[in-house]
């Protein structure tokens, strides 16, 4: 295993100046391949700010970030949305489901975009939603189906080409005990077969729950400890 993710020294400013908001100061975190690991903070705190950061969704102020060993800091949009569509499976906390296209078609979208023929993404659409447990619900519609079948639909989209890393933000956010319970069960076994799993979250419990905790407050990374057990285990 090697160092997939490596952030350096990064910092995210927002109006420069007098009245300027430091969202990332100085931070620096290693992910290696394989691993499963949860960033927690409270709203502000800066952790949607490293997220858009590991997803390529934005760039820093200053700094670098390096994905597979490549530089991707300073890549322009057109590279950048190359990468994400290579390298990152994004989980979100509202689904964002197209919601006049059925499970199937929701999860072949991504796989359009990405030049992939037609037989090859039903295949691929077919085996992620098989994957989740929703055999039966793929030619279902958003509207038709819970909210956990819906995440469920997400993690599909998000696995069906085996993009290297998993970036889930609050992927239980609007989920009953349950639907959290088989969303965290189906991260932990991508995280088995070898995908590198990293969960936003604000909520303790569900940190808990990942091999390693990084938490991030006012902008800093304040604690980065490893779990003793994968679910439920405390601080080492």
Do not use: W
């Amino acid at each position: 295993m090697g160092a997939l993710v490596e952030v350096r020294d990064i910092c995210k400013i927002y109006n420069p100046g007098e009245n300027e908001v430091r969202a990332l100061d100085h931070v620096d975190v290693v992910i290696e391949e394989n691993e499963f690991v949860a960033i927690i903070g409270h709203s502000g705190s800066g952790k949607s700010t490293l997220m858009n950061m590991l997803g390529c969704l934005d760039v820093p102020t200053s700094g670098s970030y390096f994905l597979h060993g490549q530089d991707v800091s300073s890549m322009s949009d057109d590279e950048l949305s190359d990468i994400r569509n290579k390298e990152i499976g994004f989980i979100f906390q509202g689904f964002n489901l197209i919601p006049n296209l059925t499970a199937e078609e929701n999860v072949e979208l991504p796989l359009i975009y990405r030049g992939v023929g037609r037989r090859q993404r039903k295949e691929l659409a077919r085996k992620a939603l098989q994957k989740v447990g929703l055999a039966n619900r793929m030619d279902h519609k958003p509207s038709e189906m819970s909210g956990g079948q819906q995440q469920r639909v997400a993690i599909a989209r998000a696995i069906a080409q085996a993009p290297p890393v998993i970036l889930a933000d609050e992927p239980t956010g609007n989920l009953d005990s349950n639907s959290t319970k088989e969303i965290m069960d189906i991260l932990r076994q991508l995280h088995r077969e070898g995908r590198t799993v990293i969960l936003i979250t604000h909520d303790n419990e569900i940190a808990a729950q990942a091999k390693r905790v990084i938490r991030i407050r006012d902008g800093k990374v304040e604690e980065d400890v490893t779990m003793e057990t994968e679910a439920g285990g405390r601080e080492a």
